[in-house]
């Protein structure tokens, strides 16, 4: 990975970050009792067993292709993000659950100034490691670990609104303001788990790559039309950090074999510097022949030569 720091390295920064707020924030409920530090400590759970799902599936999606994964394993990372999804949800609920029977049971918080200095620090660190996650899971194409950064950003924005419930519990006295501010959290976090399980299916059933990158490769073959050159049946597909091109070249029947292969790899160097990740797929076809057309539309209920 050119010198950089395997990804693995970044899921091992999470869990740790998780061990340390998860125990931060744990020792702020049981200082307080508030309901809003519980959820924000059950949150940070969920965060651990998020981490380690992140680091099973960029063990396993960073080994070679196979004779039975030939396309790579890279697709574990979209179940991983899959499952922190699903952990999120269940989190969300057990939050809710907590929060409503506090409501029909009130309990008075105490000591709510070493609670909320606690969890203000275990925000600071999600804080740092959420911006690191992201950064590198978009820089590496990375949905497991973007996903964990974006679990730990959620989990920022959530223990912000809980500081805030619990601190108008603490100014007026007002107990309710904790399980409110709890049921809140769970909703965000039940809104948070539904886009992680909603990407994650996207990607699962082979959703098409980015409209930029794709404008990106269309540049790329519309510069070879003044050559007399044309390409149709362009398709593209995301698996993790791997993304994959495939594409019919059309050219005049007169060509040799070997203008033709000189041609192609001309077209999958450039595309290969725009998108260093991308493996390509290119078929050539002679643009007299009828048969070179059939390939246009994506449905097609048709079968014969290519």
Do not use: C
Request: proline share 3%.
């Amino acid at each position: 990975m050119n010198g950089r720091r395997p990804l693995t390295h970044y899921a091992w920064l999470s869990v740790g970050a998780a061990l340390l707020t998860m125990g931060i924030k744990a020792s702020g409920y049981l200082v307080t009792r508030s309901v809003g530090l519980l959820s924000d400590a059950l949150e940070s759970g969920v965060n651990l067993a998020a981490a380690f799902t992140a680091l099973a599936a960029l063990r396993i999606g960073s080994q070679p292709p196979d004779e039975e994964h030939a396309y790579g394993h890279q697709k574990v990372e979209y179940l991983s993000s899959g499952a922190e999804g699903g952990l999120i949800s269940l989190a969300a609920i057990a939050i809710i659950i907590t929060a409503v029977q506090r409501l029909l049971d009130p309990q008075t918080v105490q000591r709510l100034g070493i609670g909320l200095a606690l969890s203000s620090a275990a925000s600071v660190v999600n804080l740092v490691v959420a911006t690191i996650l992201i950064r590198v899971g978009k820089r590496e194409h990375s949905i497991a670990l973007e996903a964990d950064g974006q679990h730990l950003m959620s989990d920022v924005w959530t223990s912000a609104g809980v500081l805030a419930g619990v601190s108008l519990v603490w100014i007026t006295g007002w107990q309710i303001l904790d399980p409110i501010v709890a049921l809140l959290v769970g909703a965000l976090l039940g809104r948070t788990g539904f886009f992680l399980l909603r990407r994650s299916a996207y990607g699962l059933i082979d959703t098409a790559l980015p409209e930029e990158e794709l404008q990106t490769i269309q540049s790329i073959l519309n510069r070879y039309e003044a050559m007399g050159v044309h390409h149709h049946a362009l398709r593209t597909r995301q698996a993790g950090s791997r993304s994959f091109i495939s594409f019919h070249i059309q050219v005049p029947g007169r060509w040799s074999v070997q203008k033709g292969h000189d041609l192609l790899e001309g077209i999958e160097a450039d595309l290969r510097r725009a998108l260093p990740s991308a493996t390509i797929f290119t078929h050539i076809e002679p643009i007299e022949d009828p048969r070179s057309f059939r390939d246009e539309q994506l449905d097609r209920d048709y079968s014969g030569d290519d």
